[in-house]
């Protein structure tokens, strides 16, 4: 069995995914990539979360879309996963869910705005969403081409994925990423609250500005920008 | 005591019903049928899950609703229950519950449209909702009427019941059943958490279309399809 | 130590309402009375809920307000129980909690309408709500006229309080009833999930129309009524 | 290592708020302090709390702001701690947290009527909300400043930090003190589900009135007063 570490990491990652609540009946699968190998590894298909054992997870090649190891059929969704390693060259974990206020606002095809600090300590500006699939589209490659409309709301410096690690798929449900598969479930939850944050805020006060960018920037750079404060020194 | 073994996956689906908050204080009940032999297993009125067993189970004819085999008086609903298996012939397990999204849309007398894939996963098209009885049917035959007006949503091909599992009868609560008593008691969970996506999603934007329908189509087809590809192989 | 029967009732139950969410913050108090006695039975002032033991129970006269057992003072809702065995000679058990969602009609000054059966299999008819006191009415004895805007909510054949066992105290919280002091606690939570069941079908639907009386008066008769035929016989 | 009681009683009041849900991914902090030798003790930066311990709590001068004992560094919110140990001298515990409709009336900029008892019993007023900082005070030292507008909310006798024990920071989160540690965190607890019920009657009834105050300084009174008679004497 090759890359042990990477299958146990995405075993328990994908194991978390459900134990905080962020994956109802199965409705969610992680990934975590090795960059040198040129591969990622990912959940089976369809298999519950209770008997998820690191044999069971399939490593999958980047560039080919092979699977290069593993038993069972990689997630339905691994595409997806696929098209974000190669759009996105520094993410190194991906999270799909269906997280309860998260795929709600994915439902309302609207993009989450900057209604406070807890979203600025995470997410560098409005978790974006993106644009439905046509008809041709959906025939040609569903998962394929739906890493596609998420990689378009990152292009032409519309956003650096590394610094707005989300994204909400119109009608569908949210992606999140990172550095690894660990922090790609912590966005994955972090996103979940901001939604669910941000649909009280605007149910309460319709008409709420986003939050000043002299906040917004502040709470980003304290804990992510060159002279970050936040944490234990090298922690 | 006669079918043991579908007297203990009813008597545990009760159970499921209750662990997983779909049916609060006792406000719930699953059966499932033995078609070969004509009858349906049920639980018994007013005992409480937690001191619920296999012995406690009613077992009852489809046909006449004479209780073949059991101690104690079958749920109340149990005519309901009788008429969905008369209705519909490949239905082999129902689940009622009062949970608390699905009984909000019976109450505002709504269908719950489909407005996402999560909800397209599970049911091709919107989840139906009955009309009220009137003052004539409740007298004659309450429980067994509701069964009526609820195989009314599926007739003359309004809907399939193996692709739209599950239905809101006006002003009470969901119904949803399945292949057998645990996919009853599957998709009256995934009924709730449709219902309360759907729910928030309408409280941020009240007028918000429906999911398109090559996308809402592709998810159920990917699914339950002929060329279905989640899960595993033969799984 | 007197009663220790009742003690031990009062004192279960007062756990209960906070084993199941409806008393946080030691918000809420249970009682449980002995009518051959005239004597009830209540939850100690300000005493949390985990280190709560029969004998910390305190017994007072319906008549004369005296404790006569117990070396703790009784709850400050004292009175208010009180002045509800005086007016409803029928009942044995009350709790007063704070529970969300019946707190939040409180706090809206308004009744709780009959929107579904769930509402209807335990209450005949909307959950009442007070008027506020007055100025005079708080200097006098603030938790003696609590009960006496209660009891006149059913006054004058307003509503009968075995059949309609709640009620919502004007901006402050619910008070509940029943034949004794687990019935009230039981009743205490059928009225926070009725009260959240409605919330919610407001706010899906502010114009939504009370359940048809012939389907309400169904409900509530094949539960309570003189040929009910819920549960088992003798159960 | 100095403060060994201190210490103890800081750390558990920082485990507490993330057992109660107040403080999801380390989002918050608590602090109590030691009056009489000038200093306040508050939860190291970053640190998960399921690791957190006695040891790694650090020391801070009130008056200097030094670090005078401890071996990690502490909260990126100290200044803002100790700012309100500056201006609030009967304060002995602070508690900052982002507890969801705490936080969520923070991001809509408006202050919490009191609505209800619940609210009456604990805060003698409305719960302020700041205003922002202005880009130069986010410049000078946003966490002092953070303090400063909090500090504002109470002056020139707007309320009695004592009896009003919370405030929200417009676009931020919710800060709760008390004469404790302790009191802190109950405060921080109280100050949610407070907000979180008046966020719901407001969606009830958007143009609701004020508690009446006849009832309001009663119920405050009855618990905090002079003549308080809730709770056990001495207790």
């Known amino acids: 069995m090759e890359l042990p570490e990477l299958r146990e990491e995405v075993c328990a990652a994908n194991i978390a995914l459900a134990a905080q609540g962020l ?12 960059r040198e190998r040129g591969v990622f590894a990912i ?21 080919t879309g092979a699977v290069v190891d593993g038993a069972q059929r990689p997630s339905s969704d691994t595409p997806t996963h696929r ?33 406070g600090t807890t979203h600025a300590d995470a997410f560098a500006g409005p978790v974006p969403v993106t644009r ?5 589209e959906v025939a040609r490659n569903y998962e394929d ?3 596609g409309i998420i990689a378009e709301c990152f292009g032409a410096g519309a956003a650096d ?8 798929v119109a009608g569908h449900a949210p992606f999140a990423w990172g550095a690894n598969v660990q922090k790609a479930v912590e966005h994955a939850g972090i996103l979940e609250e901001t939604a669910r944050m941000a649909f009280h805020t605007l149910l309460l006060n319709p008409t709420v500005a986003p939050l000043p960018e002299h906040i917004s920037g502040k709470h980003f750079a304290r804990k992510h ?4 404060y936040y944490g234990q020194p090298g922690g």
């Open 43 to 63: 959940k089976p298909s369809g298999v519950p979360y209770e008997v998820l054992r690191p044999k069971d997870i399939v490593v999958v090649d980047i560039e």
């Open 161 to 168: 994925p590394m610094e707005v690690p989300g994204v909400l």
């Open 23 to 34: 994956a109802p009946f199965t409705w969610g699968n992680a990934s975590g990539a090795d």
């Open 132 to 136: 439905f699939l046509d008809a041709a």
């Open 145 to 147: 081409e739906t890493g």
């Open 83 to 115: 098209r974000l390693y190669q759009a996105f060259p520094d993410v190194g974990g991906v999270a799909h869910t269906h997280s309860h206020y998260a795929t709600v606002w994915a439902q309302t095809c609207r993009s989450i705005p900057c209604l």
């Open 225 to 228: 920008g060159p002279d970050a």
